[in-house]
């Protein structure tokens, strides 16, 4: 399963906001919202982490997956490159920001995924000139191959935002998608009349 893109946008968040620069020759380590924090101690299995002290490998950044405890913890880290999954031990762990990796599910998806969205945003923009009612990221089940997608109004001008879940994201046409854009736009649209 390839994460291509996702691995891509996850590295061009931290190169933008949480690699640490130094501006008019003073120290900046970025916001406290976007940096990495020691989790040796209590890591939590989801969190995007940096293992320390460790010999250079493609699980230079990796998904928390489990954690053993004891007197030498193991980290089973999932690489950002290729979703291999790996154990390790006598080392130390640092976690990006959990809200901030929270406000990013994009960085867990597939290519297949990402494919998805584009393709729920081509149908809403190019076959239906979106402007008003903008097609929102769909949201994918953790579990399973459910998705939802929605339709909001550009500006905040109404702050609705109308979903329909789908069973299996793999079998929604894109005539599946623009009927339900359709019928989002209209409701929106007689709402706002009212």
Same mark, same amino acid.
């Given at each position: 399963?390839k994460?291509?893109?996702?691995?891509?946008?996850?590295?061009s968040?931290l190169?933008? #906001?949480?690699?640490a620069?130094?501006?008019?020759g003073?120290?900046?380590c970025?916001? @406290? @919202?976007?940096? +990495?924090?020691?989790?040796?101690?209590?890591?939590?299995?989801?969190?995007?982490?940096?293992?320390?002290?460790?010999?250079?490998?493609?699980?230079?950044l990796?998904?928390?997956?489990?954690y053993?405890?004891g007197?030498?913890?193991?980290?089973?880290?999932?690489?950002?490159e290729?979703?291999?999954?790996?154990?390790?031990?006598?080392?130390?762990?640092?976690?990006?920001?959990?809200?901030?990796?929270?406000?990013?599910?994009?960085?867990?998806w597939?290519?297949?995924? #990402?494919?998805?969205?584009d393709?729920w945003?081509?149908?809403?923009?190019?076959k239906?000139?979106a402007?008003i009612?903008?097609?929102? #990221?769909?949201v994918f089940?953790?579990?399973? @191959?459910?998705?939802?997608l929605?339709?909001r109004?550009r500006?905040?001008? @109404?702050?609705r935002?109308?979903?329909?879940? +789908?069973?299996?994201?793999?079998?929604?046409r894109?005539a599946?998608?623009?009927? +339900?854009?359709?019928?989002?736009s209209?409701?929106?649209?007689?709402?706002?009349?009212?």
């Open positions: 399963m994460k291509e893109r996702a691995r891509i946008a996850i590295l968040h190169a933008q #906001f949480s690699f620069r130094q501006l008019g003073l120290p900046y970025g916001l @406290d @919202d976007m940096r +990495f924090h020691n989790a040796e101690s209590n890591p939590v299995v989801g969190s995007l982490c940096v293992p320390k002290s460790a010999p250079a490998s493609k699980w230079y990796s998904w928390l997956v489990e053993k405890p007197d030498w913890p193991v980290y089973a880290l999932e690489s950002i290729d979703g291999e999954v790996c154990n390790w031990s006598n080392i130390g762990l640092i976690a990006y920001n959990a809200a901030q990796v929270a406000s990013h599910p994009e960085w867990r597939t290519d297949e995924q #990402f494919a998805f969205k393709r945003n081509r149908a809403c923009y190019k239906r000139d402007y009612y903008l097609p929102t #990221f769909p089940d953790k579990e399973g @191959d459910g998705v939802t929605g339709v109004v500006f905040g001008l @109404d702050e935002i109308p979903t329909r879940h +789908f069973d299996n994201w793999r079998k929604v894109i599946d998608m623009l009927a +339900f854009y359709d019928e989002m209209a409701q929106l649209a007689i709402k706002k009349s009212a």
